[in-house]
């Protein structure tokens, strides 16, 4: 079976996004749109978290679904997205992240380390001054089918590969750790036959997501998988 999936979006608690990125109006778009698998994005947000926790149910493939709704026609996935901006090699490097992790607790516990390092309740997307590379061991720490995935990697501003704040390889930028750097994001700067001409590029496997501050942007870009049945374990394994 065919499953579309957007994992890269923003909750009402981020800034410049529509009051309607509620988990109601989302799970609506997404049927709108013909999406199946939706990413819960912001679950750093103290607000956005508990919503996750009142509004989801968990089901027994470690996705959820909205709690009104008696078969899941739309999943939700955790995932949310930080803002490193950091001082590296006398450079300011600006990167956008997207982290998936397997359920609540371990949420909890990288919101717990997360909030050590700045205030979580200023935006659905915290500005942290943490390397990417140091993100990423955090999330390999909490979980091991935890996944981190570096967004719109070519973005002037905000990426991985941005002309203004980025890095020129993945080993650049996660150093020993760019091994545990499985897939990255083409977003809305680029497209998979752009990043197909840079050879660095094919060991990882590209996904592309909407980045969306309304519901009625979902899907405007997304990523296909097939499956027999779904579950978040198959997702990542799919993605790695």
Not at 25 to 42: E, M, P, S, V, Y
Not at 104 to 111: H, P, T
Not at 124 to 134: D, F
Not at 151 to 173: N, R
Request: charged share 25%; glycine share 4%; proline share 4%.
């Amino acid at each position: 079976m065919r499953y579309i999936a957007d994992f890269h979006l923003h909750s009402k608690y981020s800034r410049a996004t529509s009051s309607q990125m509620d988990f109601e109006h989302l799970n609506l778009w997404a049927k709108f749109k013909g999406i199946q698998i939706l990413g819960t994005g912001d679950f750093t947000h103290p607000e956005w978290i508990k919503e996750i926790k009142e509004k989801l149910e968990p089901l027994e493939n470690g996705l959820f679904k909205l709690k009104t709704e008696e078969k899941p026609s739309v999943y939700f996935i955790l995932t949310t997205e930080i803002s490193c901006v950091y001082l590296k090699n006398n450079k300011v490097r600006r990167i956008h992240l997207i982290i998936f992790l397997p359920n609540i607790k371990s949420v909890e516990k990288f919101n717990t380390q997360l909030s050590w390092s700045g205030n979580l309740k200023n935006d659905g997307r915290p500005t942290l001054g943490l390397e990417a590379k140091e993100i990423l061991k955090m999330v390999l720490s909490i979980s091991p089918d935890g996944l981190v995935v570096p967004a719109h990697i070519w973005t002037p501003w905000y990426s991985l590969f941005g002309s203004k704040s980025g890095f020129d390889s993945l080993e650049e930028c996660f150093e020993e750790y760019s091994k545990y750097i499985f897939t990255v994001e083409t977003g809305l700067s680029s497209d998979p036959i752009m990043n197909w001409r840079l050879s660095s590029l094919d060991k990882v496997t590209l996904i592309s997501c909407s980045d969306s501050h309304s519901p009625q942007n979902l899907g405007r870009e997304a990523t296909v998988f097939e499956f027999e049945d779904v579950s978040y374990q198959k997702i990542i394994e799919a993605i790695k």
